[in-house]
């Protein structure tokens, strides 16, 4: 599982529309939003390939001027269910 987190940076009149167009990526959450039109955003996806489409989907959502990639971690799913065992 690979998870990433962005900044979006849009143009301040369409954080709206942008956000709701975010709304559309599949397995992305928005953390918060400024009105100077930045936008804290998570991914998760199986594959960073995944990860590299959305980021390319989000840079082609009019209004968004830049996606900037804050911070990527990447575990393999057998390590989720060793953790989950020793409970």
């Known amino acids: 599982m690979h998870i990433t987190s962005l900044v979006v940076h849009v143009v301040p009149d369409q954080l709206s529309a942008v956000v709701n167009r975010l709304s559309e990526v599949g397995d992305l959450q928005v953390h918060g939003t400024h009105p100077s039109g930045k936008l804290v955003v998570t991914l ?26 804050v911070y990527q971690h990447a575990d393999s799913r057998q390590s989720f269910d060793i953790g989950a065992s020793h409970d």
């Open 44 to 69: 998760e996806a199986p594959r960073a390939g995944v990860i590299l489409d959305r980021v390319a989907q989000i840079q082609q959502i009019p209004g968004v001027i830049n996606a900037s990639l």
